[in-house]
């Protein structure tokens, strides 16, 4: 049982080439079969050659559907994600407008910003900004960090005319 469980976890390549050379074996016409010198193999292990064939086809399969279904929920998930995040910036208030105007119109897209302010840290959270690097010497008295405006909001607010009009 233990080499059976192994033989699942095989790579996807390994599985197609047991696959392929199972149903070869068994499929393959006896002419074919007796000129490679395999024809006593096949007729002495012909049932476990049948079994490696459907067992690793069928996990191949399994695999196939996997990856499409998971490329096209992909896709659907991008895109929904797109959405959102422009409906979100086409509805924001008036200061987080003027926040990532800032950012915007800065050529490196970075400001120093208070790390304890409510829309700073609302923007952080959305992932809209994030701080521009892991160490940063902070003043306790006045702790300011440098963060830089995530690339995802340049490009939605290039990609929209109405969110173009709203933050140039």
Known sequence: ????????KL???ILSALSVASGAMLLLPDEIITKLYMMEFRDKYGFLLGIIFMVSTS???????????NYFHNKKTSKELVK??????????????EIIRAFINNPTHTLILP?????VIELQHLQIIT?????HLVDMLNPEIKFF????????ISNDEELREKFY
């Open 149 to 156: 405006l995530q690339p995802w909001v340049i490009s939605r």
């Open 131 to 135: 701080p521009a690097g892991q160490n």
């Open 59 to 69: 996990i191949l399969i399994i695999l196939l559907i996997a990856r499409i279904y």
């Open 84 to 97: 959102s995040q422009t409906k979100y910036l086409k509805n924001i208030n008036q200061e987080k407008v």
């Open 115 to 119: 790390i304890n302010d409510g829309l």
């Open 11 to 13: 790579p996807p390549n």
């Open 1 to 8: 049982m233990k080499d059976f469980v192994e033989f699942l």
